[in-house]
């Protein structure tokens, strides 16, 4: 959630508390506390959201480190493999383009290293009889293959989550909206009140402040301090 949807939110926290604290004083108007129970629903909901926005994000990010990780290492083992065969045969394409090193696998971006890896895999998987001498047999190979297409997944999924993340977004958005229209109900109800309890009109109208919870005051200095009171 956003700073000013967090300070919202405690707000709504604040009035359900203060409205459940005094049912006594509301108990002649069983709608209000229809709002309350509504209130406390999209709490439950707001916070179930934002508790499933915030794991996806972790499982998708954690997921695809690790499958990169792996990745990394195995497209820079593969790829010193094609540059020896490269220097063997004289294949200047293999020489040129796998005369790399961990650091440039790292350093890159997650389409252009699953582009890398996915070349690599071709070209493995193309002169695989010639690279038995290198330690790859078909099994190996087959590892390697699983590793890359692993590591392609991940990536994949981790637009799915972004997608699912922003369900959730937008799930939220509208159960503000429906708080806004349920506090909105809660104001005029509780305008009975103005004369007939002040006191707990004004503690409703303190609970329903949004108070930005997330601002800190800069200290003035001195000098511009001492401006201002002369």
Do not use: C, W
């Amino acid at each position: 959630m956003k700073k000013h949807e967090r300070n919202k939110l405690l707000m709504i926290d604040a009035v359900v508390s203060y409205l459940s604290g005094n049912q006594s004083v509301t108990a002649n108007v069983p709608v209000i506390a229809n709002r309350i129970a509504k209130l406390i629903s999209i709490q439950d909901s707001i916070r179930n959201y934002e508790q499933l926005q915030s794991s996806i994000a972790k499982v998708s990010s954690a997921k695809k480190a690790e499958a990169r990780e792996k990745a990394e290492f195995a497209g820079n083992t593969f790829a010193g493999k094609l540059y020896s065969h490269g220097i063997e045969t004289g294949n200047t394409e293999f020489t040129k383009k796998y005369e790399v090193t961990i650091s440039d696998f790292r350093i890159i971006g997650d389409v252009i290293l699953v582009t890398k890896l996915l070349a690599i895999k071709d070209d493995v998987r193309d002169n695989l009889n010639a690279l038995g001498s290198h330690g790859i047999t078909q099994e190996v190979y087959d590892e390697f293959a699983a590793t890359v297409d692993n590591y392609v997944t991940s990536v994949s999924n981790k637009e799915t989550s972004y997608a699912e993340r922003s369900a959730a977004v937008k799930s939220i958005t509208d159960l503000f909206d429906q708080a806004s229209e349920s506090l909105k109900t809660l104001d005029k109800l509780i305008e009975e009140y103005r004369t007939k309890n002040p006191n707990f009109f004004n503690g409703y109208k303190s609970a329903r402040g949004i108070k930005d919870f997330g601002y800190r005051s800069k200290a003035v200095p001195e000098a511009t301090q001492n401006q201002k009171e002369q």
